[in-house]
């Protein structure tokens, strides 16, 4: 029988999510592109720019209960705490903190755990992790508190190594640092079935996690994940630079962040320094509310879905499922060149799509990432990144100070795939004189 290709709905509607991000085939100077790039930072919805802009022309700076405008500003706020909550299926609006980055609210929160963790204490890091989720648990309890940090390798597959990490958890093990998917490599990792037997040998453990280079991929769920703090960026969301960060509201009220004596003493308030960005914070609902359209396309013409946080899940799962063959279209061209001049690291068996987000970092052998990058953008106006990524399965796994990474999203097809696998063919003909 013919092998029929049944399009997937978000694959029919690929036009108009495309004509929904203004930037995404030129950049700011007007130059042709093709955009893989969006582990650094996703392509901006129509929307959420407009958003930005509007707020930031319109709205009042306090937030407060008396005048017109200042209460415009509040129930922004509450609104967008609202639909973040909906978006991580957290438990509510007062559970969801703004932050300047993703990395500054690992920071806080790593120092609003003082006098919790006790000295003969253990943390444990990934090498699998964004610097972010590493650093502030390395720096402020390893190096200025002198507790022991533990760190959890990496499969040579590019998987993190759970029985390696479920061997470094002890009765004492008071903080798991952990991402949900590698920036750097692309990997999933299945944290639903790994807290339950973290939870198992250190009860007390609180399980931190970055859901950074996650959340433009799948469905976060922190009830699922099974987790205490999650954190995740707007850049990375189709909005705006300003970090996210859920905690379980039991623990929020516990914790001691730092904070102005006169500033509220109560979550989620007392994890934001200094006034919100009411720009990023409209521009963050803007992008969100993408999603929920994400989800009506998905779901077709007839589906009705109540709830807000089924309508996210649904356009989330969409949004995966739709990568899985383009993942697996990246792979399996990816497969066919030289071995002897290419290298991709990572999940490479196109048979494990389920395993991984589509980030692939690999290089042309003997060739400088910052030249293969210049040189995917001069022939072919490809948008790749180089370097570390700030990956720490980059340079600490790997042992490698760059690599090339192209990374894809949802707005991207099988064409792109294909114009990311012929550039790469061709960089590879080039003869060696001429690299
Ligand atoms: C996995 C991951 N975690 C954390 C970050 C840092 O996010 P932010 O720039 O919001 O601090 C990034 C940014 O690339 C990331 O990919």
């Known amino acids: 029988m013919e092998d029929r290709h049944v399009p997937h709905l ?8 495309r004509a929904r991000f203004p930037m995404i085939d030129r950049d700011a100077l007007g130059n042709p592109r093709i955009y893989l790039n969006t582990g650094a930072g996703s392509l901006t919805v129509d929307t959420a720019a407009e958003a930005a802009s509007e707020a930031q022309g319109r709205l009042n700076p306090m937030p407060g209960s008396i005048l017109p405008g200042e209460r415009d500003t509040a129930v922004l706020h509450d609104r967008v705490r609202s639909l973040v909550a909906d978006f991580l299926h957290a438990g509510s609006a007062r559970e969801i903190s ?51 940090i533990r760190r959890a390798r990496v499969r040579e597959d590019g998987t993190l190594d759970i029985d390696h990490l479920l061997s470094l958890i002890d009765a004492r093990t008071a903080v798991l640092a952990v991402t949900s998917a590698s920036n750097g490599l692309g990997t999933l990792v299945p944290l639903g079935r790994i807290t339950p037997l973290v939870r198992e ?69 007392k994890f934001e320094s200094g006034m919100l960005n009411n720009a990023s914070l409209a521009s963050l609902e803007a992008a969100l509310e993408y999603i929920l359209w994400l989800a009506d396309l998905a779901a077709g013409p007839e589906a009705f879905l109540a709830d807000r946080a089924a309508r996210f899940r649904s356009a989330m799962t969409a949004v995966a ?21 290419f290298q991709c690291y990572g999940i490479t068996d196109p048979g494990r799509v389920a395993e991984r987000v589509p980030t692939f970092a690999f290089e042309i052998i003997g060739q400088a990432a910052s030249e293969t990058k210049k040189r995917l953008w001069e022939a072919r106006g490809l948008q790749i990144a180089d370097g570390n990524h700030y990956s720490a399965a980059v340079f600490r796994h790997l042992g490698r100070p760059a690599l090339c990474r192209a990374s894809f999203a949802h707005y991207d097809s099988a064409g792109t795939a294909d114009a990311f696998l012929n550039g790469l063919q061709e960089a590879l003909e080039d003869p060696p004189g001429n690299q």
């Open 10 to 17: 978000l694959e029919t509607a690929h036009a108009r999510i």
């Open 201 to 269: 040998k250190a009860p007390g453990c609180l399980v931190a996690v970055d859901a950074v280079h996650h959340a433009p991929h799948g469905p976060i769920d922190v009830a699922e994940l099974g987790c205490d703090f999650l954190a995740f960026s707007g850049y990375k969301v189709f909005g705006p630079m300003l970090g996210v960060l859920w905690g379980k509201a039991g623990l929020l009220e516990e914790l001691l962040p730092y904070r102005v004596e006169t500033a509220k003493n109560e979550a989620p308030a």
């Open 321 to 341: 499922e739709y990568e899985k063959p383009l993942t697996a279209r990246v792979l399996d061209g990816l497969r066919r060149l030289d071995p002897q001049r």
């Open 98 to 148: 703004f932050h300047n980055s993703a990395t500054s609210a690992f920071f806080s929160l790593a120092f609003a755990l003082r006098g919790r963790v006790k000295e003969d204490a253990n943390l444990i890091v990934t090498d699998l992790d964004h610097m972010a989720n590493i650093s502030p648990w390395e720096t402020v309890w390893g190096e200025l508190h002198g507790r022991e």
